[in-house]
């Protein structure tokens, strides 16, 4: 991603998520993976993106590039949202 972005930190349980957001064209890779191919569980890419209607934004906006690691699936979804309602406060 160039130019500018923000940038947020999500932890929960034992899953760190390193997160940035940029103006884009909806593009989310988690550990250069597309989105959907890494978090294949039903409903967590949406639980994911859920702050972004949290701050009235659309999703399909904003470039999400994650870079997650440790614990579970649940965690990592959940440190992977976390890191990206940090950023959105920026």
């Known amino acids: 991603m160039a130019g500018q972005y ?3 930190v999500g932890r929960r349980k034992e899953s760190i998520a390193r997160v940035r957001v940029a103006n884009g064209s909806g593009k989310f890779t988690v550990n250069e993976k597309e989105g959907p191919a890494f978090f294949t569980r039903l409903g967590d890419v949406e639980d994911i993106l859920r702050p972004f209607g949290a701050v009235g934004e659309e999703a399909a906006k904003y ?3 994650v870079l997650v690691n440790g614990g579970g699936v649940s ?3 959940e440190s992977v949202r976390l ?3 940090r950023a959105l406060q920026m």
């Open 63 to 65: 470039d999400v590039s």
């Open 75 to 77: 965690g990592q979804a």
């Open 6 to 8: 923000f940038e947020g």
């Open 83 to 85: 890191g990206i309602a």
